[in-house]
């Protein structure tokens, strides 16, 4: 009975899967779009929008409706049909009231930027008609037209260089048209636009085409909406952060450097003709290995280009449009700097987003001059926290460092706020009584570290004549490296040796014998206790040092000055090196190997190296040392 009964189940499942059709999901998916076509998509297209409102009003009879949103919504609709509904719609537009949500957000969201020139036209007076009449469907709207911002995946070939082709560009143009005449209308779409913007941000990782797209139509809303400026760049700013972080200098100058040696091993057989002064230069053709890097890179440059627009030196047939433009420019940098104190300045170590800075304030002499002054109201203000000013003293030192395009007046002007500023500091403070420590005087130290940075790298403009040595002198930098803070114990070694060959060169400063103390010292704290770290140094980044992106570092590299030893310095380095040489060749075993003050300054910069290079063998000591990135003392 148990036998028959198993049977029994094996009959029926076997009997009702022989009975059942199979389909194959492209099968199943043709058969479901032609029971809907016949479904839903004759019956609303014969009634048409003003009969499914009217059944609505009524009757309230939603079925109707939710037949003809399915149609709106399903269907692709040719341009006879579109132009046709959304005058239907248009006419009636004051009915359309909140009850009509499902219709309304289904006509909004149809595809029109693709369209024919009088399907547009009909989709804008309706989107500006609806939106303009119930406020209730403002937002939706506002969504809908900055998602179309966002270019989709497979557009890829649209964008070269974040520059649409002429034929997206134009369907981009019809949005923000409409978009501009929505703002015109409706005061309250500000708002609604500020939080679109802000929320349909594509994610940092998203492709290149697709972040660029949406900056690109980010800066076009600027040109015909300037009240958005402040929000907007500060936005940009807060996005582009994202980008420089997950695109560290290492990471690139890494994945760029195995690509130049893939170029070397492709061809090794030598060139037949060299040229010494030609430099190797980037092939900017070439994406940036780094993905997030290369995004970065395409953004920056949008926006260098957007810049460019704001140039006081351009667009002016006389006098007042040039005194007008210069106004305009200043008025814009205050917004950039707003957006850089909140976003830019407070983040330690970021690479290349502050560039957009650097870049706009070589347009004129005079914003370039407006940036410095901000950060010097930062620095000599003790409400600011310590790290603020601290940062602003490092962008300071590195903008004056750096800038080609800054007058040499202006150098020695803030040099001589620098110099004021410390020596002050020395007389104010007890040196005797105070706390010397690297925490409690981080300001001072800081502001002495970016004056002996400065007079370093900039020495051969700051030593060109007997005029600017006289400047030199009237700093009275000896007073600064000689008092009891010894400014140069906490200084990175590099700007320290740096900034004492110049000295020594011209004669304004003796701190080599200085220095060979502060390292004897070091070494003693380290030799005591094996784990010890040497004497507090100061965490220091150079936040301009060399841009590494390809395609924008065009801009950058006519502006950026590389460091230049001064001629006094390159002599004296000569003549060590073959002193150096002589005497050791001259000196005979068991000669006294003790060196007379002279001497001492001679032998500090190759002995100072030795002997910190061999202590950071270890990899932990090796980190402990490591306080910021390069300063850029390389000839």
């Known amino acids: 009975m148990a036998f028959n009964s198993n049977m029994s189940v094996i009959t029926s499942r076997t009997s009702l899967s022989s009975i059942l059709k199979t389909y194959s999901p492209a099968e199943r998916e043709k058969t479901k779009a032609n029971i809907m076509n016949k479904v839903r998509f004759e019956m609303p297209k014969q009634k048409g929008i003003l009969e499914v409102v009217k059944a609505v009003e009524e009757r309230q009879h939603f079925e109707a409706m939710n037949e003809f949103v399915a149609f709106l919504t399903e269907n692709n609709l040719d341009d006879t049909e579109f132009i046709s509904i959304f005058t239907d719609a248009r006419s009636i537009v004051n009915q359309l009231s909140p009850k009509f949500t499902l219709l309304v957000e289904a006509l909004l969201s149809q595809n029109w930027t693709i369209r024919s020139l009088e399907a547009r036209k009909a989709y804008c007076e309706f989107c500006l008609d609806i939106l303009v009449a119930h ?26 260089n974040g520059k649409p082709s002429a034929e997206l560009d134009n369907g981009l143009q019809a949005i923000h048209q409409l978009l501009e005449r929505i703002l015109n209308a409706i005061p309250m779409a500000f708002d609604a636009t500020l939080d679109a913007i802000e929320h349909s941000f594509p994610y940092y990782k998203k492709a290149t085409h697709i972040v660029v797209g949406y900056v690109h139509n980010i800066l076009e809303l600027l040109k015909y909406k300037p009240i958005f400026g402040e929000y907007v760049i500060q936005l940009l700013m807060q996005n582009l952060i994202i980008l420089d972080v997950h695109a560290p200098r290492a990471a690139i100058e890494e994945l760029e450097s195995d690509d130049e040696d893939d170029d070397d091993g492709e061809d090794n057989e030598p060139e037949m003709f060299e040229m010494d002064e030609c430099e190797k230069k980037p092939d900017i053709d070439r994406p940036m290995n780094h993905p997030i890097a290369h995004t970065l890179d395409i953004c920056m440059m949008k926006i260098f280009e957007f810049l460019d627009l704001k140039n006081p030196q351009i667009f002016q047939q006389n006098e007042m449009e040039r005194q007008q433009k210069t106004v305009e420019s200043i008025k814009f940098l205050r917004l950039l700097i707003k957006a850089f104190d909140n976003v830019i300045l407070p983040i330690h170590n970021t690479h290349h987003a502050q560039f957009i800075l650097f870049y706009f304030c070589s347009l004129k002499q005079c914003l370039g001059e407006q940036f410095l002054t901000s950060l010097w109201d930062k620095i000599k203000n003790p409400n600011c926290s310590a790290v603020i000013r601290q940062a602003s003293v490092g962008y300071m030192a590195s903008f004056l460092a750096r800038s ?16 004021s500023w410390a020596h002050k500091y020395i007389r104010d403070c007890d040196q005797y009584r105070s706390n010397g420590s690297l925490k409690a005087n981080i300001v001072f130290f800081s502001v002495c570290q970016a004056i002996f940075y400065v007079i370093a790298f900039r020495s051969r403009d700051l030593t060109v004549d007997k005029k600017s040595l006289l400047f030199l002198q009237s700093l009275h930098l000896s007073a600064l490296v000689t008092c009891n803070f010894n400014p140069l114990r906490v200084c990175l070694p590099a700007v320290a040796t740096a900034f004492a060959g110049v000295t020594r060169a011209y004669q304004l400063a003796y701190c080599h014998a200085i220095l060979e103390r502060n390292a004897r010292r070091k070494l003693a704290t380290v030799y005591a206790n094996d784990t010890a770290t040497p004497e507090e140094t100061l965490d220091t980044f150079f936040p301009f040092d060399p841009y590494l992106l390809k395609l924008s570092g065009q801009r950058i590299t006519p502006i950026y000055l590389v460091y230049q030893a001064s001629e006094a310095e390159e002599h004296i380095a000569a003549e060590n090196i073959s002193s150096n040489a002589a005497a050791a060749k001259s000196r005979k ?19 100072k190296r030795q002997r910190l290079t061999s202590f950071s063998k270890n990899p932990e000591r090796e980190n402990q040392f490591t306080y910021g990135l390069s300063p850029g003392f390389h000839i």
Do not use: A
Not at 404 to 416: A, D, F, R
Not at 597 to 604: K, L, N, S, T, W
């Open 404 to 419: 080609k395009y800054i007058n040499i007046n202006i150098l020695k002007h803030y040099l001589k706020e620098l110099c």
């Open 589 to 607: 075993r068991g000669d006294s190997e003790m060196l007379d003050d002279h001497e001492v300054d001679d032998f500090i910069l190759s002995d």
């Open 135 to 160: 406020n209730k469907y403002l937002q939706f709207g506002i969504n809908k037209l900055i998602n179309l911002w966002i270019p989709q995946e497979n557009d890829i070939g649209q964008w070269l």
